[in-house]
C-alpha cells in the first residue's frame, strides 16, 4: 500500500473528524484529528491498517498558539511510512482521550505526558507515576515552556512509589534498583512462587535526566548533537545522527553524500562493538565468564578504530546539523579493513561456540518467551522484535545516512526465545561488517559538510528512525525561536522493549529473569532512593536520603566506629 | 580409636594452609583461559588476610555470625577423617559415615546461613544449597558404598588400600566417573555455583555476611576444595603409591592439583545451570553410580 493508499482509507473512514492531512515529508503523512476521534483513529491504525504505535509526544505550544497538542506516532514499516496524529487541546486545562485501551504499547508514552506536561489522559489503565521522583510535587510539570530548566523543587519526605500488591501466596523478590546484571538501576518486584515468576511490577527513570528539557530551553541546534550522543554510554551516535536527521528533515537540508557514508559507517562501527559487549554482558549473567572475556578482548580493537577516526572511544562528536565534522581517511581505509578482518574471523569462532556448547543452549532456548503477536501487540523493535519473526529494521524500513544505496540483509528468527535473539545479534554483526566494507569501498568524494545559510524558522518539525544496535530510536524536532526546538523528543528502543519484559518472564524460573532483561539488551539510567522488601510480611518500606544516612550514624544494632 | 597428632596437624594444617593456594592456582589458569594475567596464585591469602583485619559487624541474626565458624569447624574436622599419603588421623571403624556426617553439617550450617540472614536473596540460595546437597549427597554415598562394598570395610584407608591392590574395577571405573561428575558441584563451582550465583541471587546464602565471617565462609570453600579432590583421587586413583607417607603425601597433592586444574577448566567454559536443569542431571549421575553399586554387588 502506498502512501497515497493510506491517505484515501483514512480520509474515507474519518473525513469529517479530519481537519487537515499533508505528506509533510516523503513517507511522512502527518494529520490532525478532532480530540473526539483520537481513540477511535489510534484503534483504526492499530488494529485495522496494522501500524506499529512508536511514541507519543505532547507539545506545550502556548507561546505560540495557546493550545496544547498531543501526536501520536505509527508507522506501517512494510510500506517506509510513517502516520504522526496530532490533536490539540485546551490551553487551560489539556485533557486527551487515552489510546492506551487500543494500543497498549502506548502506555508509558502517556504516562509520561501527562507527568512531564500535564496533559491528562483520560480512561488511561494504569495512571501511576512513571517518570518523576516520588516526591515530585503534584501540579509541577517540567517540560512545560514556563517551568524554568534550572528549577529544584524542595524534596519531600514519606511519600512512596504505589507498588502493586503481589498476588496471594506469593513473594516478592526484589531484582533492583541495584543489582549485578543491571548496570544501571531499575526497579523490578517479582512475585514469585517457588522458583517461578507469576507476576513482576516495574520503577525506572530513577535518574531521569531532563535531556530533552535542556534541548529546549539551553542549547542550540547545533549543541544538540552532542548532548544527544550523552543519552547512552554505548550507542550514542546513534542519538545524534538521528537527531541530526530529524533536523536535516525539518529544515530541508541536503547533506553530501560523503558525509551519508561516514554516518553509517560509524553507525555499523557502533553496533559491532555494541552487539559484542552485549554477548559479553549476556554470557557473564549466565556465568560464562570467558565468553564475557573473549568478546571483549575481540571488541578492543574496534574501539581503538573508533578512536583512531574520532580521537574517542565513544562519543565521537562527530555529527552536526548538516554533515560530519571528521572525515575518514583513505590511509586508514587498511587499517579498518585489518580490523574488521581480525573481528570477522573471532566472531565467526564465537558464533560456532554459541550455537554449538549443549549447556549455553540448555540455558538460553524457550527462555523469555514472546511469541510474534506479543512482539507486535507490543510494538518492541531490534533483535527483541526480529527474534520473534517480525520483519523490522529501520535501516531498511526508514532509510536514512546511506542505508538507501546499500543492500542489506535482514536477521530473522522465529523462536521468539534469548537463544533467537542472542543469535540474530550475532549474525548482525557479521551483516555490520559487510556493511562497512561496502560503504568503504563506495565511499563518495566531496563536501562533509552542507552549504546552509538560511535561517530555520520556527515551527517545522522533522523526524527519524534510526536503527540503534538495541533496536529502533526515534527522534522528533518541532523548530522553535532562539536557533533551539521548542520540543525535542527522544526515544530509545529500550522504552517498548523494556514494556514487553513482563510477558516474557511470567511463569519463568527466578534464575532466567536476569538473562531474560540481559536478552533485550536494555538501556536504563541511576538512583538515590532504597526500597526494603520484607518476604515475610509482605510490609514494603521505603528509605528516603535523610533516614538512611542517620541510621548509618546511629549504626542501630551496629557496633559503630564514630 | 587410634590418633595419630601429627597427622592430625599436617592434615588440618594442608586443609586450613595450603588450600588458598590452590584457589590461587585455579584462577589463575581461569584466568588465563580468559586471556587475563590474573591475579598474583597467592591472592586468596591475601584475600583472606584482609577480610580477617576488617571489622566484625555484628548486624542482623545473631546466629548469622555462628554459621560460617561450623561450617569451616565441620570441613576442617573432616580432613582429619580422609587418608593424605597415609592413612587418617582419626582413622576408625565406620570413618567413611562420619565423613560424610561432618561434610554434611558443613554444607547444612550453610544453608543455615542463607535462613537466618533473612533476605529473599538468601532464601533462594539455602533453597538452591539444599536441593544440590540432597542430589548430591547420596552420589557421594553410592560411590563410597561402592568401594566399601569391594573393600569390605567402611574405613576411607581400606578403600584405598583395596583399589590400589586390586586395580581398575569396571564399577570402581563408574564410581569415580559418578564422583567426579559431582566434584564440581562439591566445590561450588561452574556450571553448579547455582546456590551462589552472583549474578542472579547475588552470592546468596553470603548475601549478609563480611568481614571475617566473610572470610571463615570462603575458606571453607577453599578447604573443601582439597578435602573432595583428595578423597577422589585417593579413593579413585590411588596408583601409584610406595607407602612411605612423605612421597605419597606429595603424590596425592599433585594428583589433587591436576584434578582441581581440570575442575577449573570446566569452571571456565560453562554457563551456570538453572537449578531444574541441575538436578536432572544429578538424577542421572545417580542412577549411573547405582549401576556402579550393583555391579559392585555382583562383584565385578
Known amino acids: 500500500m502506498t502512501v497515497t493508499d493510506v491517505r484515501a482509507q483514512i480520509k474515507e473512514r474519518f473525513g469529517d473528524a479530519l481537519t487537515r492531512m499533508d505528506e509533510r515529508a516523503p513517507g511522512k503523512l502527518s494529520l490532525t484529528v478532532q480530540p473526539k476521534a483520537l481513540r477511535e483513529l489510534a484503534a483504526y491504525l492499530f488494529g485495522e491498517m496494522d501500524c506499529r504505535f512508536v511514541v507519543s509526544a505532547g507539545l506545550d505550544r502556548r507561546e505560540v498558539s495557546g493550545d496544547f497538542a498531543v501526536v501520536h506516532f505509527f508507522a506501517r514499516d512494510p510500506d517506509k511510512t510513517a502516520i504522526e496524529v496530532n490533536v490539540f487541546l485546551d490551553g487551560g486545562n489539556p485533557r486527551v482521550d487515552s489510546i492506551t485501551p487500543v494500543v497498549p504499547a502506548a502506555n508509558w508514552a502517556e504516562r509520561e505526558f501527562a507527568e512531564l506536561l500535564g496533559i491528562t489522559p483520560l480512561d488511561h489503565p494504569d495512571p501511576r507515576k512513571l517518570v518523576l521522583a516520588d516526591d515530585w510535587p503534584p501540579g ?243 533483535p527483541t522484535a526480529r527474534g520473534s519473526g517480525v520483519d523490522l529494521d529501520a535501516r531498511r524500513d526508514h532509510p536514512y545516512a546511506a542505508y538507501g544505496e546499500l543492500p542489506l ?31 568503504i569501498a563506495q565511499l563518495p568524494q566531496g563536501a562533509l559538510m552542507a552549504q546552509f545559510d538560511g535561517e530555520i524558522v520556527h515551527g517545522l518539525e522533522g523526524t527519524c528512525f534510526v536503527e540503534a544496535p538495541r533496536g529502533e530510536d526515534f527522534h522528533y524536532v518541532l523548530t522553535g525561536d532562539g536557533n533551539r526546538p521548542l520540543r525535542w523528543r527522544v526515544r530509545a528502543p529500550s522504552y517498548p522493549n523494556l514494556q514487553a519484559i513482563p510477558t516474557m518472564i511470567q511463569g519463568q524460573m527466578v534464575a532466567d529473569v536476569p538473562i531474560t532483561l540481559g536478552s533485550i539488551d536494555p538501556c536504563f539510567s541511576c538512583t538515590e532512593r532504597l526500597e526494603t522488601v520484607d518476604v515475610r510480611t509482605g510490609d514494603v518500606r521505603v528509605y528516603g536520603q535523610e533516614e538512611l544516612l542517620r541510621m548509618t550514624c546511629e549504626g542501630r544494632r551496629c557496633r559503630s566506629t564514630r | 580409636m587410634p590418633l595419630y597428632p601429627l597427622m592430625a596437624v599436617i592434615n588440618a594444617g594442608l586443609a586450613l594452609l595450603l588450600s588458598p593456594l590452590l584457589e590461587g592456582i585455579m584462577r589463575k589458569l581461569r584466568a588465563r583461559i580468559h586471556s587475563r594475567i590474573g591475579p598474583p596464585i597467592v591472592q586468596p591469602y591475601y584475600d583472606l588476610l584482609k577480610l580477617l583485619g576488617k571489622e566484625d559487624l555484628r548486624a542482623g541474626d545473631p546466629w548469622l555470625g555462628f554459621a560460617p565458624i561450623l561450617a569451616l569447624a565441620s570441613t576442617l574436622t573432616a580432613s582429619l577423617l580422609i587418608p593424605l599419603g597415609g592413612e587418617a588421623p582419626l582413622a576408625g571403624a565406620g570413618d567413611l559415615l562420619v565423613f560424610l556426617y561432618f561434610v554434611g553439617i558443613s554444607a547444612v550450617a550453610v544453608i543455615f546461613m542463607g535462613m537466618v540472614s533473612w533476605s529473599p536473596y538468601g532464601f533462594l540460595g539455602s533453597s538452591r544449597e539444599m ?86 565462609f570462603k575458606w571453607n570453600f577453599h578447604a573443601k576444595l582439597l578435602i573432595f579432590t583428595a578423597v577422589f583421587v585417593e579413593v579413585f586413583i590411588p596408583w601409584p603409591k610406595i607407602f612411605q607417607f612423605v612421597p605419597d603425601l606429595g603424590l596425592t597433592l599433585g594428583k589433587v592439583l591436576l584434578t582441581l586444574l581440570v575442575v577449573a577448566g570446566i569452571d571456565a567454559v560453562n554457563p551456570r545451570l538453572r537449578i531444574d536443569q541441575a538436578i536432572v542431571f544429578f538424577f542421572g549421575v545417580t542412577m549411573v553410580s547405582l549401576a556402579g553399586l550393583a555391579l559392585a554387588l555382583v562383584g565385578s
Open chain 2, 131 to 216: 536441593m544440590i546437597y540432597l542430589s548430591v549427597e547420596p552420589v557421594l554415598f553410592i560411590t563410597l558404598i561402592t568401594a566399601a562394598v569391594h573393600a569390605r570395610s567402611l574405613k576411607l584407608y581400606d578403600l584405598v588400600l583395596w583399589n590400589h591392590a586390586m586395580g581398575p574395577q569396571i564399577s570402581m571405573v563408574i564410581a569415580a566417573i559418578a564422583f567426579f561428575l559431582v566434584l564440581q558441584a562439591q566445590l561450588g563451582r561452574l556450571p553448579f555455583d547455582i546456590a551462589e550465583a552472583e549474578t542472579e541471587i547475588m552470592g546468596g546464602p553470603s548475601i549478609e555476611i563480611g568481614g571475617p565471617k566473610l572470610a571463615l
Open chain 1, 409 to 439: 540483509k535482514v536477521i530473522l528468527k522465529e523462536e521468539g526465545d534469548a537463544l533467537a535473539r542472542t543469535l540474530v545479534r550475532l549474525e548482525e554483526l557479521m551483516e555490520s561488517i559487510s556493511l562497512v566494507r561496502k560503504a
Open chain 1, 140 to 382: 509541577m510539570h517540567p517540560l512545560r515552556r514556563d517551568f524554568p530548566h534550572d528549577l529544584r523543587p524542595e524534596p519531600a519526605e514519606g511519600v512512596a512509589f504505589q507498588p502493586k500488591e503481589p498476588p496471594a501466596g506469593a513473594t516478592v523478590i526484589p531484582i533492583g534498583p541495584y543489582f549485578p546484571v543491571l548496570k544501571e538501576p531499575a526497579y523490578f518486584r517479582l512475585f514469585v512462587e517457588g522458583e517461578q515468576v507469576v507476576g513482576c511490577d516495574y520503577r525506572g527513570f530513577y535518574v531521569h535526566r531532563g535531556i530533552e528539557k535542556l534541548g529546549d530551553s539551553v542549547l542550540t541546534y547545533n549543541q544538540i548533537p552532542f548532548l544527544a550522543e550523552r543519552i547512552c554510554g554505548i550507542c550514542g551516535y546513534v542519538h545524534s545522527t538521528c537527531y541530526c536527521e530529524a533536523m536535516e528533515e525539518a529544515a530541508a537540508i541536503q547533506v553530501p553524500p560523503r558525509a551519508r557514508y561516514i554516518r553509517t559507517i560509524m553507525l555499523e562501527l557502533e553496533r559491532i562493538h555494541s552487539h559484542l559487549l552485549w554477548l559479553g554482558i549476556a554470557a557473564h549473567i549466565i556465568g560464562f565468564d570467558t565468553i564475557l572475556m573473549q568478546a571483549w578482548r575481540i571488541r578492543e580493537p574496534v574501539m581503538w578504530l573508533c578512536e583512531q577516526i574520532s580521537g574517542s572511544r565513544k562519543n565521537y562528536g562527530m555529527n552536526l546539523v548538516g554533515g560530519v565534522r571528521r572525515d575518514i581517511p583513505p590511509e586508514l581505509h587498511p587499517k579498518i579493513e585489518e580490523v574488521l578482518a581480525t573481528v570477522e574471523k573471532e566472531a565467526m569462532a564465537i558464533l560456532g561456540v554459541v550455537a554449538g556448547d549443549t549447556p549455553l543452549v540448555m540455558r538460553l532456548k524457550g527462555v523469555g518467551p514472546l511469541t510474534r503477536e506479543d512482539a507486535i501487540r507490543l510494538c518492541v523493535v531490534g
